[in-house]
């Protein structure tokens, strides 16, 4: 079994920051790309950002230039850096991994969420 748990959700006013972790553990063996996303109330879930395994980034157009993604192999763990936050960033945030777990298989795992609401 694999686990990935966010913290550093909260409440920011705008033009505000915060900075997500989100930390993977359980039965690893490796882990390729790692991610956020977040999901607006009445949306879909839409990708904010993806890390590969060697520091490769992308973002989302509506986050460029705010928001930084980063991981710490070692410690199995992606963050996500919230810059200059707009009221449009409310969403709930979640981490995805694709992990390869110690039988080799590989699947992809989500964390549970953690809310982020900017207030105008």
């Known amino acids: 079994q694999v686990q990935l748990v966010e913290s550093g959700g909260g409440l920011v006013q705008t033009g505000g920051s915060l900075r997500l972790s989100c930390a993977a553990s359980?039965?690893?063996?490796?882990?390729?790309?790692m991610g956020w996303y977040r999901q607006a109330p009445g949306k879909q879930r839409d990708v904010v950002a993806t890390?590969?395994?060697?520091?490769?980034?992308n973002y989302a157009d509506s986050v460029k230039g705010r928001f930084t993604i980063s991981r710490d192999n070692a410690k199995n763990t992606v963050y996500l850096q919230m810059n200059s936050l707009k009221f449009e960033d409310t969403a709930v945030y979640y981490c995805?991994?694709?992990?390869?777990?110690?039988?080799?298989?590989?699947?992809?795992?989500w964390g549970q969420g953690t809310q982020v609401t900017v207030s105008s």
């Open positions: 995805n991994a694709v992990v390869v777990n110690t039988g080799r298989a590989q699947f992809v795992s």
């Open positions: 359980g039965s690893i063996f490796s882990i390729n790309a």
């Open positions: 890390i590969t395994s060697g520091g490769m980034t």
